[in-house]
T-cell receptor, first 111, second 110 residues
Framework: NAGVTQTPKFRILKIGQSMTLQCTQDMNHNYMYWYRQDPGMGLKLIYYSVGAGITDKGEVPNGYNVSRSTTEDFPLRLELAAPSQTSVYFC??????????FGPGTRLTVL | GENVEQHPSTLSVQEGDSAVIKCTYSDSASNYFPWYKQELGKGPQLIIDIRSNVGEKKDQRIAVTLNKTAKHFSLHITETQPEDSAVYFCAAPDGQNFVFGPGTRLSVLP
C-alpha cells in the first residue's frame, strides 16, 4: 500500500492564481481530511469528508473548496491565492473515528 | 467545541533522561486521545493512543496516562534517544473530527 499520497510536493503561486492540491489514498478509508500547518504551529482543519459525495467545513475553510467524487480522491482547490495561504498542507485519511494516516504534505508559497 | 492546550511548547532533555508532555482538554465527554509524532519534513504519525476506559497504556519506551477527572492526559518517553527528537502533538475529539494541540518540540541532546 502506498498509503496517502499528495501532489505536488512544492509549489509557488502568484497572488490571484488558482491551483488544486491532489490527495489519494489506497486504504479504502471513508474519512478524509485537509489540514494546514503554519510555521511552528499546530494543525488547523480546512475541510473533511466522511464518504464519497459528502464534505463539510472545518475550522478554516475560507478561500478553499473540496470535492469527493470517489473514496480514493479528495482534492483541495485554492481560488484566488493570497499570501495568507502560504503554508504546508496535509491530507489525511481514517477508517473511522480513530487513527489518522497523514500524507507527506505540500509546501505552498504565495508571492 | 473542544479546546486542547499542550505544555511545554519546547523541551530539551539529555539522552537517556525521561520526557513528559501534558495536554488538557475541555469536553468531559471526550473518550479517545491520540499522540502523534512529526519528524522534520514529514506528516504526523500516530505513536500511541488511549481510550477513556483505561488510565494508562504503554508501548515499550512510550506511555500515555489519562486523568478523566482533571481532563488531562500525558505522554511519557523514557530512556530518550536522539531519534526521539521531533514535534509531538496531542489531539482530542470534536464532533466527527479532532482538535490538535499546538505541539511540543522535543530535543534530545547527546
Amino acid at each position: 500500500n502506498a498509503g496517502v499520497t499528495q501532489t505536488p510536493k512544492f509549489r509557488i503561486l502568484k497572488i490571484g492564481q488558482s491551483m488544486t492540491l491532489q490527495c489519494t489514498q489506497d486504504m479504502n478509508h471513508n474519512y478524509m481530511y485537509w489540514y494546514r500547518q503554519d510555521p511552528g504551529m499546530g494543525l488547523k482543519l480546512i475541510y473533511y469528508s466522511v464518504g464519497a459525495g459528502i464534505t463539510d467545513k472545518g475550522e478554516v475553510p475560507n478561500g478553499y473548496n473540496v470535492s469527493r467524487s470517489t473514496t480514493e480522491d479528495f482534492p483541495l482547490r485554492l481560488e484566488l491565492a493570497a499570501p495568507s495561504q502560504t503554508s504546508v498542507y496535509f491530507c489525511a485519511s481514517s477508517p473511522g473515528w480513530n487513527e489518522q494516516f497523514f500524507g507527506p504534505g505540500t509546501r505552498l508559497t504565495v508571492l | 467545541g473542544e479546546n486542547v492546550e499542550q505544555h511545554p511548547s519546547t523541551l530539551s532533555v539529555q539522552e537517556g533522561d525521561s520526557a513528559v508532555i501534558k495536554c488538557t482538554y475541555s469536553d468531559s465527554a471526550s473518550n479517545y486521545f491520540p499522540w502523534y509524532k512529526q519528524e522534520l519534513g514529514k506528516g504526523p504519525q500516530l505513536i500511541i493512543d488511549i481510550r477513556s476506559n483505561v488510565g494508562e497504556k504503554k508501548d515499550q519506551r512510550i506511555a500515555v496516562t489519562l486523568n478523566k477527572t482533571a481532563k488531562h492526559f500525558s505522554l511519557h518517553i523514557t530512556e530518550t534517544q536522539p531519534e526521539d527528537s521531533a514535534v509531538y502533538f496531542c489531539a482530542a475529539p470534536d464532533g466527527q473530527n479532532f482538535v490538535f494541540g499546538p505541539g511540543t518540540r522535543l530535543s534530545v541532546l547527546p
